[in-house]
Nanobody
Framework: VQLQAYGGGLVQAGGSLRLSCAAS????????MGWHRQAPGKQRELVAT???????NYADSVRGRFTISRDNAKNTVYLQMNSLKPEDTAVYYC??????????WGQGTQVTVSS
């Protein structure tokens, strides 16, 4: 499965961005989809996940501000980010988990939040 992420950019604190990630290839094997992020000097961390059935999970730091969704027909996962904070600045990576437990990562998209 190949993943193409886009939608990052520069935004002021309090603003919003929407990330998208489209999957191609053996998309029938996809189970969960999600987003991770990695800030400079920090480890990559889980941001949010969503199952095929629509169950979601969020990191405490983004719950209530970010919303993950997916369009199964388009094999695309979205991350709506509202009330952005400077500490949300990071490279955001989409990720999928297949039915057999394999994973695949997208190339990353930069999100920068200015104060």
């Amino acid at each position: 499965v190949q993943l193409q992420a886009y939608g990052g950019g520069l935004v002021q604190a309090g603003g919003s961005l929407r990330l998208s990630c489209a999957a191609s290839g053996s998309t029938g094997s996809i189970n969960s989809m999600g987003w991770h992020r990695q800030a400079p000097g920090k480890q990559r961390e889980l941001v949010a996940t969503i199952t095929t059935g629509g169950s979601t999970n969020y990191a405490d730091s983004v719950r209530g501000r970010f919303t993950i969704s997916r369009d199964n027909a388009k094999n695309t996962v979205y991350l709506q980010m509202n009330s952005l904070k400077p500490e949300d600045t990071a490279v955001y990576y989409c990720k999928i988990w297949t039915i057999k437990g394999f994973t695949s990562w997208g190339q990353g998209t930069q999100v920068t939040v200015s104060s």
